[in-house]
């Protein structure tokens, strides 16, 4: 969610100031890039130079700097950023924000900017419960200024109580949910489900199919960078978890039917999962044995059809409900059928015949079929498979923002 984000930090003079070094990294890790104003105050708690070496970039501190001004001026300074964050933010620089006032370049820059402001208070707990910050805090909310904490602790003077700055990681996470709330798919959930089933025959023994996860692990990352908060349901695979994303591993294809099932209510599901159609009915409760119990005759049963049951009209459906079809031969037939059958809304259509390489493999060539269209993809990686497919998501949910909201069913 940060990833090209342009952060201007705003350090002002608590004791915590201390840990922003700490913060710059984070979000640079978070592929971040940090512009700093360090005000006098900020300077006495942290040098000038360590944020400049963290964040790879000089720091501003003087608004009456020629130099300064020359390179970057205060106005382009609070411009060019996509946010300003304001950590720690003292109760005297809230005040000053709460009341116009632009006495340094901190608060110039926040006086100018057109951006969205985030402020992370830190102070006394005496100072943050005094009925004049209480009145700046709410009066800065009412103007859409985000407040990120305090945190109840410790304090650095001994007492105890609300106004510790909240830690980096906190820090980061707000910021990436801020910036979710405004991506094209804020504000909406989405289950995907992923990899292959593993459908026991005894306790050591299974039947599986040779899906590796690659492209459903992909689109719960994209729709997770497009904003989405993406449950990932995924059978026995050998990927890491997308960041960011609520991973729940099952085995069998019913313990995926029921953690879909625990899932809902999503606004999307997209079911990418290779799950097995049938289940050995006459499950062995030990281990076969061989020349004990002789060859073992399996007697199958159909599984459940979660995209079937997804796709069911009523009060739970998602918005938007697509299915995959891997098919070895007249693909484009069997989706639409498959369309038809399961009454989901999209199917991606793919050819898996062993000389695709598709299953297992990093390259998918996908034809989207709706119920009124059939668009042909390119062949490409997985993972732009993906990216296409969670903005063609976006821009259907988008397009249809006014016939329903976030959350609510079709
Ligand atoms: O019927 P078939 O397995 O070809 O359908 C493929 C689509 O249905 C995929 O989207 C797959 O994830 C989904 N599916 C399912 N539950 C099943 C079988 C398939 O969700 N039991």
């Given at each position: 969610m940060l990833n090209g984000k342009r952060i201007l930090l705003i350090v002002t003079g608590?004791?915590?100031?201390?840990?922003t070094p700490e913060l710059v990294r984070q979000l640079i890790k978070a592929g971040a890039t940090v512009r700093c104003v360090l005000t006098r105050g900020g300077a006495q708690f942290v040098t000038p130079l360590a944020l400049a070496s963290v964040s790879g970039d000089q720091v501003y501190s003087d608004l009456f700097s020629l130099t300064d001004e020359h390179e970057m001026g205060h106005i382009n300074l609070s411009r060019e950023a996509d946010v300003v964050l304001v950590a720690p933010a003292t109760a005297n620089t809230l005040a000053k924000m709460a009341h116009g006032l632009a006495d340094n370049l901190s608060t110039t820059v926040l006086l100018a900017t057109d951006k969205p402001v985030l402020a992370v208070p830190a102070m006394n707990v005496r100072m943050w419960e005094h009925a004049a910050t209480k009145s700046n805090i709410a009066m800065l909310r009412a103007r859409g200024v985000t407040m990120i904490g305090p945190d109840e602790g410790e304090m650095a003077c001994g007492e105890w109580g609300e106004g510790r700055m909240a830690e980096p990681e906190d820090i980061v996470l707000a910021l990436s949910s801020f910036f979710g709330s405004t991506?094209?798919?804020?504000g909406y959930s989405a289950i995907v489900t992923s990899g292959p089933t593993h459908e026991p025959i005894d306790p050591v023994r299974y039947i599986a199919n040779r899906s590796s996860g690659k492209q459903g692990h992909a689109i719960a990352q994209a729709l997770k960078e497009l904003g989405a908060r993406v449950t990932l349901i995924s059978g026995p695979v050998d990927l890491p978890d997308p960041q960011g994303v609520k991973v729940i591993h099952v085995q069998s294809a019913r313990d995926m039917a029921t953690a879909v099932e625990g899932a809902l209510p999503a606004d999307i599901a997209v079911c990418a999962a290779a799950v097995a159609d049938w289940r050995v009915d006459n499950q062995a409760p030990q281990k076969l044995k061989k020349g004990i119990d002789g060859m073992p005759s399996l007697s199958m049963v159909e599984n459940p059809d979660i995209l079937a049951a997804l796709s069911r009209?009523?009060?739970?459906?998602?918005?938007l409900v697509v299915g995959f079809a891997a098919e070895t031969e007249n693909v484009l037939e069997h989706a639409r059928a498959k369309l038809a059958k399961k009454g989901c809304d999209w199917i991606c259509a793919n050819d898996v015949s062993p000389s695709t390489g598709t299953f297992g493999g990093d390259q998918n060539t996908v034809q989207l079929v709706t119920r009124t269209s059939v668009e042909d993809w390119p062949s490409q990686s997985k993972f732009h498979v993906a990216k296409q497919l969670a903005t063609r998501i976006a821009a259907h949910l988008g397009a249809q923002k006014f016939a329903h909201k976030p959350g609510e069913a079709s």
């Open positions: 608590g004791i915590a100031a201390y840990k991506a094209p798919l804020g009209p009523g009060e739970r459906r998602p918005q």
